[in-house]
């Protein structure tokens, strides 16, 4: 069978359903390099294509290549730079930067951390992290201008910036040029003022690629709109790349001229979602690497479900646990550390719901003292022990109200009169002790 042209004949199958900008990030650079026992071995030029063409376009594959082959295969992703002079294209095709004499006060407002190296793709944005890369590939053509919407803190600018950066990673001298639409809007106020119009116009349409963020921002203000529109089509008409952000889509901007979203909707316009678990687990687990601190995969997962907000806020909250972790010396971020940094407060309400059973506090007190439930439950009569034994007694009565004779069951059979004693052991100590009031305290934070 001849391997190139079957692979070439799978491609065209599985472009026809997939988004171009799709097929050209992830599929166009696959290669066919072998088919044995049923096994297909498909070769991607990095491990992050193998990974995510594994994951999300194995089905993709596999029916074009058996309705192709007619066969019924198993596909298999391995890293293999692509042969020469076959699908290795050169560097990518950009556009010629514009001639005039650079400006010396040209300045890109890039963030130097938002790079696509940095940027975590998941369910939630690969469409637009996709497109983003389809646009380094041919930038000024086929997704021009390109709009990008979505909520608050789910990397629209992050995003953006990334593109910013790979072009000017391609082309050094390409003028990038990037500002909130709020800033073109009051530097257009103060020039009017100042009487400096021709410079603002000149400043802004000099630029070869402008990522303007929030463009919504511009709904309602009838005189920006019209210069924008302007600035918009002159750098269009001459093939400069435009990368728009927005809230949302441009029909949903009230009060944006029509012409305004004709123009807007007029290249590709996709959306980025709230990060759903795989993607904050991905973020979660990509900034405790850049952390020094050790997690424990357990504490990853309570985190991630702990929250559904946007990225920012969980970057935020990231920021403050592991401040929390270095300030009490720990160098490894516990599930049990995580939750009760998620409830620091949680109150006797909550502690009461029916969520807390018996066996959950008994576990909780044995992971607090670090000993075995099945010793906490024991007969050995150590020490430590003992005092964890007590106190765990006393909160089973506490906490869970339960009588004394099932505490006593519970704990390995003792009888009543001794959990009596360990309860007044601890009540008397809770006055008196500060540390015995510090265990108690702890631990019921753990209970959630
Ligand atoms: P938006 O512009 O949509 O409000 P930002 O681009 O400002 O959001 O992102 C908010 C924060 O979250 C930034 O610090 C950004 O680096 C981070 N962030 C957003 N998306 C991602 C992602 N996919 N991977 C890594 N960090 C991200
Ligand atoms: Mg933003």
Known sequence: MDLDRLWKNTQEEIKIVLAPAVFNTFIAQTQLIALQHHTATISCPNSYLVDINQKRYYRFFKEALDHQSQLDLTLEFI????????????????????QTSSSPSFRTNLHPSYTFDNFIVGNSNNFA?????????????????????????????????????????HQPNLKVKYFPAETFGNELVAALRTKTINQFKDKYRFADCILVDDIQFIAGKEYIQEEFFHTFNALHLSGRQIILTSDRKPQDIKDLQDRLVSRFTGGLTVDIQPP??????????????????NIDPLAIDTLAQST?????????????????????????????????????????????????????????????FNIKTGDLCGQARQKNLVTARH????????????????????????????????????????????????VIHQIKQLLL
């Open 79 to 98: 890293v293999q730079e692509p042969i020469k002079n076959q699908d290795s294209l050169p560097p990518p095709p950009l556009f010629t930067p514009s």
């Open 129 to 169: 992290f996709a497109a983003a890369q389809g646009i380094v590939k041919n930038p000024g053509t086929t997704y021009n201008p390109f709009f990008l919407w979505g909520g608050v803190g789910v990397g629209k600018t992050h995003l953006m910036q990334a593109i910013g950066w790979q072009l000017l990673h």
């Open 276 to 293: 759903d678990l795989e993607t904050r687990t991905a973020i979660i687990r990509q900034k405790v690497e850049e952390s020094n601190l």
């Open 308 to 368: 559904n907000s946007n990225i920012r806020q969980l970057e935020g909250q990231l920021r403050q646990l592991f401040l929390q972790a270095q300030s009490q010396n720990l160098t490894t971020i516990s599930p049990l550390f995580v939750q009760s940094f998620l409830n620091p407060s949680s109150t006797t309400n909550n502690r009461q719901s029916n969520s807390l059973t018996p066996r959950h506090l008994i576990s909780v007190c044995a992971r607090y």
């Open 391 to 438: 106190f765990t007694a006393y909160l089973l009565i506490s906490e869970l109200k339960l009588p004394l004779k099932e505490v006593g069951h519970l704990l390995g059979g003792r009888d009543h009169t001794s959990i009596m004693h360990a309860r007044d052991k601890i009540q008397s100590d809770l006055s008196t002790s500060p540390p015995t009031q510090q």
